[in-house]
């Protein structure tokens, strides 16, 4: 029996993942990447000495797909931990950085002190959480964020924890984003405990993970990319379509027809909705019909020395309600050893979301202009930065919104219908790095499970 050939589409982490585990177990595999550069949001630059995250920064400790995989890829020792001793985040809040108290676990208060203590929460919200841990189990389903945070812990605590903390994940709305897709461990709590005071602190008596909270490489996460490129075989080509033909694939990619008796689609599912237009139709709107945010990063450099603005922890998060362009900023340098020198100081701004993509279209003056105006009144800061760096991701960012579990379903069960065609990314199962990874790995197995 010949090797099976499997082609995969996209080279950011899902594929990337997929395209290690398949070529390791000694498949023909070819990865296919529209980009000059691996690794799709991921990317590091190093610019006047200071390693620059222009995608994600890092990764949740406590999903360990990342490390494993880095752990295969012997990279062991080029993983840090964020300086969670320093870790304070402040939100802005009526012209004021007020600092996130301890203890908050996503919109969860699990002590009583910081909250009592807190100028971020009113004291009729306080009252609210405290009386909310009273709640007993009821009717439990899914429903939009906004719906369930205010439901449990009032408005107030969707304004300024909520929406500012989800915003920098997903980008999205949480009027849209559904709870039982974006906090599942929140929607299992409220089912078994009613209260989700109680279910933190249940979750916390048991024992937590140990460690920092996100973990990343020294040099940056495209020392991932990198690892992996180096493993695999990867083709420069934009896949313009694909077709079945009888009982493998034919990819037009660049103009050229290439066959494979395998396809793993890790590219954004808009994208896998335009390449299977043509196998299903139905399979290809379902695609088509997951939203994504678009978002942008800058991060700018700074000499220490001339550095006069107020020094913010791991940085801030701007919520909507409060926000004019600035959603967040990180102080890179604070919040990761190795990648900041001491004579330095770089904040890394976010902006975007689903109600800003046209920020995308600024142009660089334009968008430097923004942050300097926002972090002057923000910060205080007048200093101008001697470096910087941008980079704009549109469409990049999956919103699971409220049904997301259904189509999910509805798109496993289709593509499932044919044969040797697989779907990876952060479109299904999750947003974050360890998730995508799983996708990948996923795929790989379930192609190569197919029985070659
Ligand atoms: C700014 C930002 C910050 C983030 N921060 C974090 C973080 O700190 N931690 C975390 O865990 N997650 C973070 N995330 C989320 C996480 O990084 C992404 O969800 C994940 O990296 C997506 O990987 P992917 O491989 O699924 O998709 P992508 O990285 O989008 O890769 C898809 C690839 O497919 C290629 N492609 C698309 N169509 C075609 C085609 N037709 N032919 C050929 N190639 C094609 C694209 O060029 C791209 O390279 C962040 C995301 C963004 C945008």
Same mark, same amino acid.
């Given at each position: 029996m010949s090797t099976p050939r499997v082609a995969v589409i996209g080279a950011g982490i899902s594929g990337l993942s997929a395209a290690y585990d398949l070529t390791r177990t000694g498949a023909d595999c070819t990865i296919l990447e529209? $980009?000059?550069?691996?690794g799709g949001v991921i990317e590091t630059r190093v610019t006047d000495g200071c390693t620059l995250e222009c995608g994600p920064d890092s990764f949740l400790s406590a999903k360990p797909a990342a490390l494993a995989l880095i752990k295969e890829l012997g990279l062991e020792g080029e993983v840090i931990g964020s300086n969670d001793h320093q870790r304070i985040t402040y939100i802005w809040k009526r012209n004021a950085l007020v600092a996130l108290p301890e203890g908050v676990m996503m919109i969860v208060p699990s002590r009583v002190m910081p909250m009592v203590k807190?100028?971020?929460?009113?004291w009729s919200t306080k009252l609210r959480m405290g009386l909310e841990y009273f709640r007993r189990p009821g009717e439990s389903h899914d429903r939009s964020v906004a719906e369930f945070v205010t439901d449990h812990f009032g408005e107030e605590t969707l304004d300024y924890l909520a929406e500012p903390l989800l915003s920098g994940v997903y980008g999205g709305d949480p009027a849209q984003l559904s709870v039982g897709s974006v906090l599942p461990r929140f929607l299992e709590m409220e089912a078994k405990y009613g209260s989700l005071v109680r279910g933190v602190l249940a979750g916390r008596s048991k024992g937590g993970a140990a460690g920092p909270l996100f973990r990343t490489l020294k040099g940056g996460l495209s020392q991932l990319v990198d690892a992996l490129v180096s493993r695999i075989k990867m083709r420069h080509a934009y896949v313009e379509t694909i077709e079945r033909s009888g009982n493998h694939f034919r990819l037009r990619a660049d103009g050229n027809w290439i066959e494979a008796d395998q396809v793993i689609l890790a590219c954004p599912a808009w994208s896998a909705g335009r390449l299977l237009s043509g196998c299903d139709a139905r399979l290809a709107e379902l695609l088509g019909s997951i939203d994504y945010s678009s978002s942008l990063t800058l991060s700018l450099i700074y000499r220490a020395a001339d550095f006069d603005g107020k020094r913010a922890g791991f940085g801030f998060l701007v919520p909507k309600k409060e926000r $004019?362009?600035?959603?967040a900023c990180t102080f890179v340098g604070t919040k990761f050893?190795?990648?900041?020198?001491?004579?330095r100081i770089v904040l890394r701004c976010f902006f975007g979301g689903i109600a800003d993509a046209a920020i995308l279209n600024e142009t660089d003056d334009s968008l430097i202009a923004i942050a300097r105006q926002e972090l002057r009144r923000m910060l205080g800061l007048t200093s101008e930065p001697i470096a910087h760096a941008i980079a704009r991701w549109p469409r990049s960012m999956a919103q699971y919104t409220l049904g997301h579990r259904q189509r999910v379903e509805e798109i496993r069960e289709r593509a499932a219908a044919i044969p040797g065609l697989y779907l990876a990314g952060n479109?299904?199962?999750?947003?974050g790095i360890p998730d995508c990874i799983n996708t990948g790995r996923a795929a790989a197995q379930a192609a190569l499970n197919c029985g070659w």
């Open positions: 529209k $980009q000059p550069r691996a807190t100028s971020l929460l009113s $004019q362009r600035l959603a050893s190795y990648r900041v020198p001491d004579d479109a299904y199962e999750g947003i």
